[in-house]
């Protein structure tokens, strides 16, 4: 998914420097990408090799020499490709609790509603943050970008909130066996 990142923030926003390139993915994608900032320096040799983009080094004084990015041709048709194989949705969650709760014999039931109640909190906190950077994100963005952009925050925030709808219900089934066993 990087490269499909780095390619519409270059042909959205124009050619970047890497650094620009990370700011742009922090401030423009965090809420809907689990992108590791680190990797994008890697991602954009990869694609510099690939010919998805050009480099081109500047020096601007006696500043460090800059690279500045650029798709290509190249990258253009790479970007279509990706964006045309994102569109054949094929979804199937995995939960990594559901492996816990599998074998949640080996744990203490006080354990597994510690962690539940940490988990319904933290989806509160995040629900909450959600909410009010996309209610700033609608109110600034160019009126073409505002239903795609709500599009992508309301399909977080329904996950979010389908979690902390699991999250109570388990956690009060838990709370109920306690009473019971």
Known sequence: MVPLYILGLLLRFGP????????LM?????????IKLPTVYYHLEKMEALG???????????????TIYQVSKTGEDKFKE???????????????IDGTFYFSDYLENNELI???????AKLQLVLSSLEVHRNETLRYIPEKYKT???????????????????AEKSLQSLKEDEFCG
């Open 148 to 166: 795609t952009a709500n599009i992508i925050f309301e399909h977080h925030l329904y996950h979010y909130r389908a979690e902390l709808a699991w």
């Open 16 to 23: 970047q420097h890497g650094y620009q390139i990370k700011k």
């Open 52 to 66: 998805y983009i050009t480099a081109q080094r500047e020096k601007q004084g006696a500043r460090p020499e800059k």
């Open 114 to 120: 510690e962690s539940l109640s940490n988990h319904v």
């Open 82 to 96: 990706l964006l045309q194989q994102n569109l054949n949705i094929e979804y199937r969650p995995t939960f990594d």
């Open 26 to 34: 922090e401030e423009q994608l965090e809420d809907f990408t689990q």
